[in-house]
């Protein structure tokens, strides 16, 4: 994304924990943020949270502004794309990537 933040990744981290976000949105955002992991049953297995409680911390964090998820056409199927933030501002990791897991 452009027109956006540009922070190390450690900065984003504090930022959270400065703005008392609680534990485990931070770590639902960093999982959805850094590993490309959105899917419920992948959270409930990294996490420990119920898929109940994942539905409305990811319902709660893009509008606390800490991720990004813009809308996706064309394709198939609707993929989900998440992007770090701070208050709504898209964020760019200086020192980190996103790596999706499945692929290591």
């Known amino acids: 994304m452009s027109n956006g933040l540009r922070m190390p990744f450690a900065e984003w981290l504090h930022k959270m924990s400065a703005a008392k976000l609680s534990p485990a949105k931070r770590v639902v955002a960093v999982y959805a943020a850094a590993f490309d992991i959105t899917g419920n049953s992948e959270?409930?297995?990294?996490?420990?949270?119920?898929?109940?409680?994942?539905?409305?911390?990811?319902?709660?964090?893009?509008?606390?502004?800490?991720?990004?998820?813009?809308?996706?056409?064309?394709?198939?199927?609707?993929?989900?794309?998440?992007?770090?933030a701070f208050q709504?501002?898209?964020?760019?990791?200086?020192?980190?990537?996103?790596?999706?897991?499945?692929?290591?």
């Open 43 to 84: 959270l409930e297995f990294l996490t420990g949270l119920s898929a109940r409680t994942l539905d409305g911390l990811k319902q709660d964090l893009p509008k606390e502004g800490w991720i990004v998820i813009p809308p996706i056409r064309g394709g198939r199927g609707h993929g989900i794309k998440v992007y770090p």
């Open 88 to 104: 709504e501002t898209p964020v760019t990791f200086t020192d980190l990537s996103p790596k999706n897991p499945r692929r290591v």
